[in-house]
């Protein structure tokens, strides 16, 4: 059954970062407005939505006022405690839906799912003590690394281990949380999917993104990747599988590596991602619009693209170059509107066009 | 000297309308806030607003308050009150500035202007009575179009007299207000262009689109129009030379007919345009951002053109064919948040992608 959202309708986003932001921007287009539920102040996405809540996901009042207030529920930020979902989708619906967040908030439980589907993963043993990363790391081998089985984002709870006897600083750096190590993988490059799902079940995909990380953090995307047509094949049927299976409705981010044995999946994560980000400039119908089509139960854009782009993070200091990027015609400037500049902090974005495509 | 705004800054926007709507969501990508200043309430603008004030251009005590709280102010709509723009800038530096607001508030001032800039307008008089009427009819002859000469936009306003025994009922449709008489000019086609002039004094336009009306309300507007090279560029050195003219810093549309005899000028708009509207699917950088970069004093965009575009208007019930455009991968919506569809009432645009430019 289609759940079609009333024109003018309110859709709920959880989180106010900069993809609620642009969720925000790509809803108003539709003709909907948005209510941001973000437990910081001056939250991005603030600055063009409709209403703002500020307060903590233990806060029941407010998610309360919150969910009865809005038409649809969405997020943008994958790791929302569960009493909080529990109590919001008592209200009003969630979409992606709830398998789709608890598959994706456990590092094991997503990997378990993607092997039971019969996709390729890294080698992977769960780790709660010394002794269970002693043991997985003779069982896999090193180079390794160890990631907190949650709550993990742009490299951070995650450890490289290069040699067995780097096993007790990588424990005390995921501060004894439990984790999981992973294989590493003998990757060419890496590529992602932005693929959505409509509630009707119809799956579209944007071509494939090359992106290339730099201290764990996405630096660049560029399409079209470099993958055979095979290859291109491959990563997007694996991507539909995926959402048939979880049924999901919304835009989600598939990390692919690219490797001779085929193609490994890194991770999903069930939102925009950053890697769509090209999406904005290169096609009719971006990644952010495309999921509010899923949610709203429109339509979905067929994923075409125009131009062929680059897209490139401003972390930090990075924005310095803004006065360059601004004089070139070829280049559309997407800023958060944070309002500190920090070592690291994804500060904007920058899409390059390189050509028609 | 360009003032160039800080990030993070806030642009106060007077007008909460579908334009000012699109101003905040462009301001954002460069990451600027929006302060709107509307007197009716919900404006369209609001929901993607930083904030919104509801009051009148009399309340001395919220505009003051607006001023205050902004770095800098720029207006959807040309009929903002004197007395409201005096004390606004005693405050803040309003861009556009006030000579091209005093300019296209007044028809009679507005073709005086353009007579003296050496450029073709419609043969016009002055009516302020019944007698002006019968004398401007006499020299000008019918049919002709009398229009006051203030806060006619969208056919409002206007009468069209096809005879001069129709003279009597047209005083009455403008109650008497100034006005004056146009006659009418037999031209093939209607362009328009969306010139941008920069704080340094350079100046970018768009390629001019071809407009069709209908009731007195843009209908469509197609790039590329049909022009030769050489109108076209008679139609950007006109417009380059009204905004050198004014010293004028913003985006502006110029309606243009086109006649054997060379370019006409309709009239002007000091302001973004709904004839620019293509630009937001056809351009990487498009209209409403480049008010912006004018008003906060970057560099501007260059204009160029990827795709054409046919932009149509979606006037009143129009809005009952979404659900047919949702289906149209070719097709961009760009709904304004209108809470009640009337007749007559521009409820969105739709920007269709007829190929590669």
Redesign the interface.
């Known amino acids: 059954m289609i759940d079609v959202l009333a024109?003018?309708a309110t859709i709920g986003i959880l989180g106010g970062g900069q993809l609620g932001?642009m969720l925000?921007?790509a809803a108003?287009?539709?003709?909907?407005?948005?209510h941001i539920f973000e437990p910081a102040a001056n939250p991005p996405a603030?600055?063009?939505?409709?209403v703002i809540t500020t307060a903590s996901y233990e806060d029941e009042i407010a998610l309360k006022a919150f969910a009865a207030s809005v038409d649809v529920i969405t997020y943008e930020f994958e790791n929302v405690p569960t009493s909080a979902l529990d109590l919001l989708e008592s209200i009003k619906p969630i979409r992606p839906n709830r398998r789709a967040l608890a598959v994706s908030q456990d590092r094991i439980t997503e990997k378990k799912f993607l092997v039971d589907l019969g996709l390729t993963v890294a080698p992977f043993a769960a780790v709660d003590t010394a002794a269970d990363l002693d043991k997985a790391l003779s069982d896999i081998g090193a180079p390794a690394i160890l990631k907190t089985r949650r709550f993990g984002y742009d490299g951070k709870g995650q450890a490289r281990i290069m040699d067995a006897a780097e096993a007790p600083k990588a424990i005390a750096d995921v501060a004894g949380a439990p984790s999981v190590l992973e294989g590493f993988v003998d990757f060419t490059h890496e590529v992602s999917v932005i693929a959505a799902r409509g509630q009707a079940g119809d799956v579209s995909c944007f071509d494939p993104g090359e992106n290339v990380h730099t201290n764990g953090i996405l630096h660049t995307t560029t399409v079209p990747a470099t993958l055979t047509g095979a290859q291109r094949m491959d990563a997007v049927l694996l991507a539909a599988k995926i959402l048939n299976e979880l049924e999901y409705v919304g835009v989600m981010g598939v990390e692919l590596f690219v490797t001779k044995q085929g193609l490994v999946v890194n991770e999903i994560a069930p939102r925009v991602h950053n890697s769509g980000h090209w999406t904005q400039?290169g096609c009719?119908?971006d990644q952010f619009e495309q999921h509010i089509?899923a949610v709203a139960g429109?339509?979905l854009?067929?994923g075409?693209r125009?131009?062929n782009v680059e897209m490139l993070n401003l972390i930090g200091n990075d924005?310095d170059r803004i006065p360059e990027f601004?004089?070139d015609?070829?280049?559309?400037?997407?800023?958060?509107?944070?309002?500190d500049v920090k070592p690291g902090r994804k500060m904007?974005h920058v899409n390059k066009?390189t050509g028609?495509a």
Chains 1, 2 share one sequence.
């Open positions: 024109p003018n932001r925000s921007v108003s287009r539709l003709g909907f407005k948005t603030g600055h063009v939505a409709d400039n009719i119908i089509r429109w339509p854009g067929d075409k125009h131009s924005v601004a004089k015609g070829s280049v559309a400037i997407h800023m958060y509107g944070k309002a904007g066009i028609a």
